[in-house]
Nanobody, 126 residues
Framework: QVQLVESGGGSVQTGGSLRLSCVMI????????MVWFRQVPGKKRDGVAA???????SYADSVKGRFTISHDNAKNTLYLQMNSLKPEDTAMYYC????????????????????WGQGTQVTVSS
């Protein structure tokens, strides 16, 4: 059974940093992409960063230059380093596995998610 377990969320002030982690249990990242999404109440879930099996990355325009996605094969863990956080980054963040989602660019443009994590809340105050 596949489980994606996120952690690292919390409350920070504008300009602060957080690092989200997603431990992948029962899943080996060997195809497609891994994606971080975020969602605020009443709005759809949006992809913010993706990494494919070749290590290529893609980012939503709203987070480019501030967020960095990475993957540690030895720990089977996905990360999202978030710097220069803004109040508009406040959301529930979800880790997702997209084995059929193609490369990182494709995974963000047309999400095809097979597995979701439970989410971790990020709150940025002004």
């Amino acid at each position: 059974q596949v489980q994606l377990v996120e952690s690292g969320g919390g409350s920070v002030q504008t300009g602060g940093s957080l690092r989200l982690s997603c431990v992948m249990i029962g899943y080996t990242f060997s195809s497609g992409s891994m994606v971080w999404f975020r969602q605020v109440p009443g709005k759809k879930r949006d992809g913010v960063a993706a990494i494919d099996k070749d290590g290529k990355t893609s980012y939503a325009d709203s987070v480019k230059g501030r967020f960095t996605i990475s993957h540690d094969n030895a720990k089977n863990t996905l990360y999202l380093q978030m710097n220069s956080l803004k109040p508009e980054d406040t959301a529930m963040y979800y880790c997702a596995a997209s084995p059929l989602g193609g490369n990182a660019i494709q995974a963000l443009e047309v999400p095809l998610v097979n597995y979701w994590g439970q989410g971790t809340q990020v709150t940025v105050s002004s």
